[in-house]
């Protein structure tokens, strides 16, 4: 379980995706049956935006989308630091948007 989330925090979520056509990012790709879909995970950068009272975790993306999820969901960590290193331009583009994100509603509930 992943606790002492706050404000600022960089997070990666693993979100699980298909589709006829993965993209380069795409991990743990795995064919339909009959080989039309394809099954597969992302990884999604996104900051802290707010830690709710009731546990759940108000998080913004590099377009300034807001989902709010767990604190303890199973999808959810935090970088490592050679993760960090490597992805810090995405942070830094996800950061940018979130000081224009104010007091919006979530607009997607993810695990909710």
């Not at 979520?13 to 993209?23: A, D, E």
């Not at 991990?27 to 992302?42: D, L, M």
């Not at 108000?58 to 999808?75: F, M, Q, S, W, Y």
Request: hydrophobic share 40%; glycine share 8%; aromatic share 8%.
């Amino acid at each position: 379980m992943q606790a002492n989330w706050k404000a600022g925090d960089w997070a990666v979520y693993r979100k699980s995706k298909s589709g006829v056509n993965p993209g380069r990012r795409a991990a743990q790709v795995v064919a339909s049956p009959k080989g039309e879909t394809y099954g597969y995970v992302v990884d999604k950068f996104w900051v802290v935006d707010e830690v709710l009272t009731d546990g759940h975790l108000r998080l913004v993306t590099a377009k300034g989308k807001v989902h709010t999820i767990e604190a303890d969901d199973p999808n959810l960590r935090r970088p490592s630091l050679l993760q960090r290193f490597l992805w810090r331009e995405r942070f830094a583009m996800v950061e940018a948007s979130r000081e224009h994100v104010g007091d919006q509603t979530p607009s997607n509930a993810v695990g909710a």
